[in-house]
């Protein structure tokens, strides 16, 4: 084993805002109760959720119905090639594989639980699991590097090709690592998390690595450092984090935890259960997490509104107060507006907090929450059919 790399390690504090948009998470009618573990979609119409009791739910439509069981063994981790390629892995190094639109149990070279499958675009595949285990897929074969260790593996962020493993048990350190192929593998140590156990991780881009476990923990890796994401106010434990892209990623816990990242950072979802959810997914503008006792979650995100696009000669003045304000804005909302939507942008012009308007509230007044957000000058329009019919000002100062 290599000697452990020397990594800075620094840590960022953020803010959390709660968003509160015309955006709800809906809970999906699915044919099971059983605990759902992980979902893998390769466009919106076509995709496996996987979970206890061999449960395989796939997408036909907008619905998702009950596959077959082939086995009966708790299944962890779903990764997809195409529609009619893919593969499980779960307890007992239960391997299963998808061709065409069947699944089959393929051999497996161990009877540890397995947690996490993933493929490189170069047709390579990872798994892992407890004490030590990790496989991988050459030339239609998987095999296993020992390694002797006690440290249960859960997660793999394949970083330009090469993985990038963690872990975690109890009283036990479980370092991050990546694993070099040279012939064999090789386990290099770059990351020590301390006593935090590494449930999820995820790579969406060069030199970048978001990681999330219990206690409620988020790191994240740049190309120089590794950072503690320190979230104002007390987080459940994560069990996964998924990002379709820089900018777009989500993470689920714990007592229906849902977050999002955008560009302006994490926020909070209104989550419409209180289960353990286990997994996420996003595919274009679907934002999915499946959890405990068969459920099943979706949103639908619609980008917001271009501000440079909602040019318009009869913009109404918004007034607001207590400007500068602390903890609370009160919004006085114009009569002539029926309905729209609210929103909120920082200096950077980044939106930070955006909700829809009733209808018929025009005339009134509305708040926001600004204790959550940093000192600074802000913006509020209101956008009506896509454009905007009002904008104001105001600052926060606490």
Known sequence: MKPIKKVIFTTVTASLIVINSMAQWNTINVPTKNHLNAIALIEDKAGWIVGNRGTMLYRSGDSWLAYPVITDEELNSVCLLSETEGWAVGAHGTILQLKGAQWQRVESPTQQE????????????????????????RNGIWEMAEIK???????????????????????LTVPIMDVIYSNSYNFAKVFDPGY??????????????????????????????????????????????????????????????????????????????????????????KYYAVGNNGTVLELTRKPMPDPAKGITTSRIVISSYPNPASDLLTISIPESVNKGILSVLNSMGQVVISKELDEGQGGATDQIVTSGLSNGFYIVNIFTDGIITASGKFIVQH
């Open 149 to 171: 260790t006690p440290w249960h593996f859960y997660a793999i962020a394949l970083n330009n090709g090469t993985p990038m493993i963690a872990g975690g048990r109890e009283n």
């Open 114 to 137: 397995l947690h996490t499958v993933c493929f490189s675009n170069t047709g390579i595949g990872y798994a892992v699991g407890n004490n030590g285990t990790f496989l991988s897929y």
């Open 196 to 285: 935090v156990e590494i449930s999820g991780m995820a790579s969406p881009g060069i030199d970048i690595i978001w990681a999330v476990g219990k206690p409620g923990t988020i790191l994240y890796k740049n190309a120089t450092a590794w950072q503690k994401v320190e979230i104002e106010g007390k987080l459940p434990a994560l069990t996964n984090v998924f990002f379709a892209g820089k900018d777009n990623g989500i993470t689920v816990g714990h007592g229906g935890t849902i977050m999002t990242y955008t560009e302006s950072g994490w926020q909070m979802e209104e989550s419409p259960v209180n289960v353990k959810l286990n997994a996420s997914f996003i595919i274009g503008d």
